[in-house]
C-alpha cells in the first residue's frame, strides 16, 4: 500500500511540475520567442523591401507568395521551431489559424478596443509542447499591400494580389491595426 502511495505522489509531483511554466521559464520563452519573431520579421521585411524597391507590388508580391514560406522554414530550422504567421484575415490558406490562435487573435483584438497593451504570450499545450504568440500589428509600409483600396492601396496592386491569392481577405487596414500573430512552437 505504501509503494502505491509513494508512486502515486511521484506521478502527482511529476504532472504539476510538468504540466507549467515556472516564472523564470515564462521569461526565458518570452525572451526567445522575441527573438525569433523580430529575427522573422526583419528577414521577412528586408528581403521584401529590396523587391518593393526593384520593381514595386508587381515583383514584391510574387516574391512573398513564393519566398515567404521558405525564408520562415529557414529560419525555423536555424533556431530549431516552428514559426507560423496567422491572422482572422488570411490572404492564403496555407496560414490558416488553429482553434488556439483564433482564441488569442480575438483576445487580443478586444484587448485593443480597451485600449490596453498586447503582450506576448507563453504556454504549454496538453501534449507538453511550449509556444509563444506575439501580436502582429500593421506598420505604414505594409498599408500598400494590406491597407485600403483607393486610399494606401492602388487597383493595380489589388489586382495583382487577387490574381496570386483569390481568396484574399486581408485588406483594408489602417496602421496600427492587429494584423495577426506570431506563433512560435519549440521544438524542445
Not at 504539476?16 to 526565458?28: L, T
Not at 487597383?155 to 490574381?163: A, G, L, M, R
Not at 486581408?170 to 519549440?186: H, K, N, P, Q, V
Amino acid at each position: 500500500m505504501f509503494k502505491k502511495i509513494l508512486i502515486l505522489a511521484i506521478a502527482v509531483n511529476f504532472i504539476a511540475c510538468s504540466s507549467g511554466f515556472s516564472e523564470k521559464e515564462k521569461q526565458e520563452y518570452t525572451v526567445k520567442g522575441q527573438e525569433i519573431a523580430q529575427a522573422t520579421f526583419k528577414e521577412l521585411s528586408a528581403n521584401l523591401m529590396a523587391q518593393m524597391k526593384a520593381g514595386g507590388p508587381s515583383q514584391a508580391i510574387p516574391f512573398c507568395n513564393q519566398q515567404a514560406s521558405p525564408i520562415t522554414e529557414a529560419l525555423s530550422k536555424k533556431y530549431d521551431v516552428v514559426i507560423k504567421r496567422t491572422s482572422n484575415k488570411l490572404r492564403s490558406c496555407n496560414n490558416e489559424p488553429s482553434e488556439r490562435e483564433i482564441e488569442i487573435i480575438d483576445s487580443y483584438q478586444q484587448l485593443m478596443l480597451k485600449n490596453k497593451e498586447l503582450k506576448p504570450i507563453v504556454e504549454i499545450d496538453k501534449d507538453q509542447k511550449k509556444h509563444f504568440y506575439a501580436p502582429i500589428k500593421i506598420q505604414a509600409n505594409c498599408l500598400v499591400c494590406h491597407g485600403k483600396l483607393n486610399e494606401t492601396m492602388t487597383v493595380q496592386t489589388d489586382s495583382i494580389i487577387k490574381s496570386i491569392y483569390q481568396f484574399d481577405i486581408a485588406t483594408g487596414y489602417s496602421e496600427g491595426d492587429l494584423r495577426g500573430l506570431w506563433s512560435i512552437t519549440f521544438n524542445k
